[in-house]
């Protein structure tokens, strides 16, 4: 198993442009996350899904932020547009069942907004 | 969820027992504790869950007293690489759970 994979693993932009993070479940599990990291904020939950349907979004900072799941390999968290207060590591993880069932994370993206 | 609180950070040296603590009087019923480790430039990684009582595995232990509002994560005779951040999580099996972490322990071992 190829564990979480996420794409870029860096991504340097400028103001007001858009940035779309891609992320790759492990296959069959049933939750995926997007988590935002900074030195200020910890970890925050920004959104998860589970069967590919959001279930809660509460997490997401701004209308600039969306995130989708068009299937039960893929989800996309896009910043349109992009402000340098966005710059962060974004990891998503995956989990097989809700709850405490364990979480794996992806390496991350780490996003620079200039 | 249950709020879960932990120390900021801890020193240890090599090869010393470390023990991290982290408090959840909330705790439900049907809650368990996991503890996650993480490396700079990298996620979260699952190291152990329990629900009562002792659980061990090949990294660490997991000490739950009877009364489960606290739990206590123990690395035994720690290395260099064990400088990590350590969280503690509280969540059940059931229903759509918002996992939130908390700040964590930031964990530095010494030479």
């Known amino acids: 198993d190829a564990g979480v994979i996420q794409s870029p693993r860096h991504e340097v932009t400028e103001m007001g442009q858009e940035v779309t993070l891609r992320c790759k479940p492990i296959s069959g599990h049933d939750y995926l996350f997007w988590y935002r990291q900074t030195m200020m904020r910890g970890l925050e939950l920004l959104i998860y899904?589970?069967?590919?349907?959001?279930?809660?979004d509460s997490g997401m900072p701004e209308d600039r932020f969306s995130a989708k799941m068009p299937n039960a390999s893929f989800s996309t968290l896009k910043i349109q547009p992009s402000e340098p207060r966005d710059s962060a590591v974004y990891f998503c993880?995956?989990?097989?069942?809700?709850?405490?069932?364990?979480?794996?994370f992806g390496n991350g993206t780490r996003l620079t907004v200039t | 969820l249950a709020k879960t609180t932990q120390p900021i950070s801890m020193d240890s040296y090599e090869g010393q027992e470390v023990n991290i603590t982290c408090s959840h009087n909330?705790?439900?019923?049907?809650?368990?504790i996991t503890w996650y480790q993480q490396f700079p430039s990298q996620g979260p990684r699952f190291i152990i869950q329990g629900y009562k009582t002792k659980v061990t595995n090949e990294v660490a232990s997991l000490f739950i007293p009877a009364d489960r509002k606290s739990s206590t994560l123990s690395l035994p005779r720690v290395s260099l690489s064990d400088t990590a951040v350590y969280y503690c999580?509280?969540?059940?099996?059931?229903?759509?759970?918002?996992?939130?972490f908390g700040t964590g322990t930031r964990l530095l071992v010494s030479p």
């Open positions: 999580l509280v969540a059940a099996y059931t229903g759509f759970q918002k996992l939130v």
């Open positions: 899904f589970n069967n590919n349907v959001p279930i809660d």
């Open positions: 909330n705790i439900a019923t049907n809650d368990y």
């Open positions: 993880a995956s989990s097989l069942e809700t709850g405490a069932s364990p979480l794996h």
